[in-house]
């Protein structure tokens, strides 16, 4: 868990220290945006790999039926990414989900809203849910990771009903993939509303990035 929060934090200050012209220097100052995004990923990555921890290390590692340890973790996750891809190959090509490696071996898949659900909806639009079957059938063979289902909104109407909202489409996504045969023990849901945005909430194209769905897949570490 160390290793990957010093990760994590190593990648957002290089991030954060990149240049561009608008000072004597030649370097800006990131906007809201930008700090969201950074802050977002440095976030989620420690937030899926603290997962096991929250759980309680030995029930999940039990639950899993042993953890993963040194280069078997690598390779490990390598191989789920690359089903992953596979499975979704249409979804990916269309932009409705995109599936990114994070520090730490973390893995985040992400669902677009207009895509999975309903504006205000918290239900998974049927026409998703064969998408939602092709991702339960490749987090079930890898079952040795813990999954965080983070909801995100944009910043329209008021920060508690976001909250709110995104907390029950992360809901709806973990009791999808219990419905699949997903362990329980693995999963997590998580929402955060508002608060990372990943583009600028002034434009409609911004807010449509923001209304999203992450999962972040960390290895159950058995070091």
């Not at 909250?163 to 993939?177: G, I, N, P, T, W």
């Not at 769905?213 to 960390?218: K, P």
Request: glycine share 12%.
């Amino acid at each position: 868990m160390r290793n990957i929060v010093i990760a994590a934090l190593a990648s957002a200050v290089a991030v954060s220290g990149c240049s561009s012209t608008g000072s004597a220097d030649g370097k800006r100052s990131m906007n809201n945006t930008e700090k969201g995004a950074i802050i977002g990923a440095v976030g989620g990555a420690v937030l899926g790999a603290a997962v096991a921890d929250k759980k309680g290390k030995g029930a999940l590692i039990g639950a899993v039926g042993g953890g993963l340890a040194g280069a078997a973790v690598g390779n490990y996750m390598d191989r789920q990414k690359q089903d992953l891809e596979k499975n979704l190959a249409a979804e990916r090509k269309s932009g409705a989900v995109t599936v990114e490696k994070q520090a730490g071996d973390v893995m985040k898949i992400t669902m677009t809203s207009q895509t999975a659900f309903d504006t205000g909806s918290a239900e998974i639009k049927p026409g998703f849910r064969s998408t939602m079957d092709r991702l339960a059938d490749v987090v079930v063979r890898y079952q040795k990771t813990a999954i965080t289902v983070v909801g995100h909104t944009d910043a329209e109407g008021s920060a508690e009903n976001n909250r709110e909202l995104s907390q029950r489409r992360a809901q709806a996504v973990v009791d999808y993939l219990g419905s699949k045969n997903v362990n329980a023990a693995r999963l997590t849901a998580v929402g955060r509303g508002e608060t990372e945005p990943v583009a600028d909430n002034k434009t409609e194209a911004g807010r449509r990035a923001n209304r999203r769905v992450e999962l972040l897949v960390a290895p159950v570490r058995a070091d």
